[in-house]
C-alpha cells in the first residue's frame, strides 16, 4: 500500500515537474527587428509603449523584448536562418523569397501584415518622366537589389513598360542603399544617384525639393493598394513558443489601436523614437494619409508571388493568402483596420 502511495506521489511530482519545464520552454528574451521609416510605426509603437511585454505578462510570461534594426529583408533573413533573430519584418519581396526556400525545412510563414502603402520612384532628374527615360548614367537607389519589395515592383513596372522578359531591363540601374543614405545621395547631388525607390516619409520629404518629381506608384503596378510590411517567423520558432507569438500579435493589435484612436501622439512618439526630421503635423498628414492602411489583413500577397513565380525567383506557389502565414494571420482580415481615412 504504501509502494503504492509512493509511486503515485512520485507520478505527481513528475507530472508537476513536467508542467513547470512546458511553462519555461518558451524564450524569456524574445529578438524583433525593424527597419527605417514610418511604415514600421506598429512596431515603433510596441517598443516604446513596451506593448508586448505587457501581453506576455498577462500570458504569465516574463519576456524581455531586445530589438534590433535592419536596412533590408535579406540581412533578417540571413539573421532568421542563423538562429540569431525571432521577428522579421519587410517588405513582400523578402519574405515570398525566403518562404519559397524554407518549405522543406524550418517552413517561414508570415505572423501578421503591418500596412498597406503605395511606394513612389523618386527622381532629380529633369530627363526622366518615365521608367522609360532611365539610361545608363542613372543610378536607382532601393533596399536590397532584385529582392527587395522595390526591386520586384520595379521588375513588375518595366514587364508592364518593355514587354515580356524584359523585367530585368532596369536591374543593372539598381543600387542596394538604405532609405535615410540613398535620399541624402539624391538630395545632395554629389553622388551617381539620381533617383530613389523607397518608402514613407523619405519618399514624401524628397518630393518636397522642386527638384524631385515621382515617375512611379506602386499601387498603380499592382492595380491598388497593397501590402507594403510585413512581420514572419519560423515555424520552429512559434511551434515552440506559442504564448510570444499570441502575446505579439495581441501587442500588434494595441499599436494598431493607438494609431487609429490617437493617431497624433502616435506620431509624435513615432518622431521622438526615430529622431525624424519631420513636424509633428506632418508625421500625423502621413498616417491620416488615406491611401495609408494600418492593418493586418494582407492585400495583393499573391499578385507579387505570381511574378516572382514567373520570373523563377520563387519556385513554391500558393492558391491563397492564408498558405503565406500561421493560424494567427489568417484571421487577421477579420481584426478592425486602422487606415488613414
Known amino acids: 500500500m504504501r509502494a503504492r502511495s509512493l509511486v503515485r506521489l512520485l507520478g505527481a511530482a513528475m507530472a508537476l515537474g513536467a508542467g513547470l519545464c512546458a511553462a ?20 515603433t509603437l510596441m517598443e516604446e509603449e513596451l506593448f508586448l511585454e505587457k501581453q506576455a505578462r498577462q ?17 533578417m533573413n540571413e539573421a532568421l536562418l542563423s538562429g540569431n533573430l525571432d521577428f522579421a519584418s519587410g517588405g513582400v519581396g523578402p519574405f515570398l523569397t525566403i518562404w519559397g526556400r524554407t518549405q522543406t525545412n524550418i517552413k517561414v510563414k508570415g505572423v501578421a501584415a503591418l500596412n498597406a502603402m503605395p511606394l513612389w520612384l523618386v527622381t532629380v532628374n529633369p530627363a526622366v518622366t518615365s521608367i522609360k527615360d532611365f539610361g545608363p548614367h542613372d543610378k536607382i537607389a532601393l533596399p536590397t537589389a532584385k529582392t527587395s519589395i522595390q526591386a520586384i515592383t520595379l521588375q513588375m513596372a518595366a514587364e508592364q513598360a518593355f514587354g515580356p522578359g524584359q523585367q530585368g531591363k532596369l536591374d543593372p540601374l539598381t543600387v542596394s542603399m538604405g532609405h535615410p543614405d540613398a535620399q541624402t545621395a539624391m538630395m545632395g547631388g554629389r553622388s551617381e544617384i ?36 510585413l512581420v514572419w517567423a519560423s515555424s520552429r520558432f512559434v511551434t515552440a513558443n506559442p504564448k510570444v507569438t499570441e502575446a505579439f500579435v495581441a501587442a500588434l493589435e494595441d499599436s494598431l489601436k493607438l494609431i487609429r484612436d490617437d493617431p497624433a501622439r502616435a506620431a509624435a512618439l513615432w518622431i521622438k523614437a526615430e529622431g525624424a526630421k519631420l513636424s509633428p503635423a506632418e508625421a500625423e498628414a502621413i498616417i491620416r494619409a488615406p491611401q495609408n492602411e494600418w492593418t493586418r489583413a494582407p492585400k495583393r500577397m499573391l499578385a507579387y508571388l505570381a511574378y516572382m513565380n514567373r520570373a523563377g525567383l520563387v519556385s513554391a506557389k500558393a492558391e491563397a493568402e492564408s498558405a503565406l502565414f500561421f493560424p494567427l494571420g489568417e484571421t487577421a482580415g477579420s481584426a478592425p483596420e486602422a487606415t488613414g481615412r
Open 24 to 43: 519555461r520552454a518558451e524564450v524569456a528574451t524574445v529578438r524583433l527587428a525593424k527597419q527605417f521609416g514610418i511604415s514600421y510605426l506598429p512596431l
Open 59 to 75: 500570458r504569465g510570461l516574463d519576456l524581455k523584448a531586445e530589438w534590433l534594426r535592419f536596412t533590408g529583408g535579406s540581412g
Open 194 to 229: 539620381t533617383a530613389h525607390f523607397g518608402s514613407p516619409p523619405f519618399q514624401e520629404l524628397e518630393l518636397k525639393d522642386p527638384r524631385a518629381r515621382k515617375v512611379l506608384d506602386s499601387y498603380d503596378v499592382m492595380g491598388g493598394p497593397h501590402t507594403f510590411n
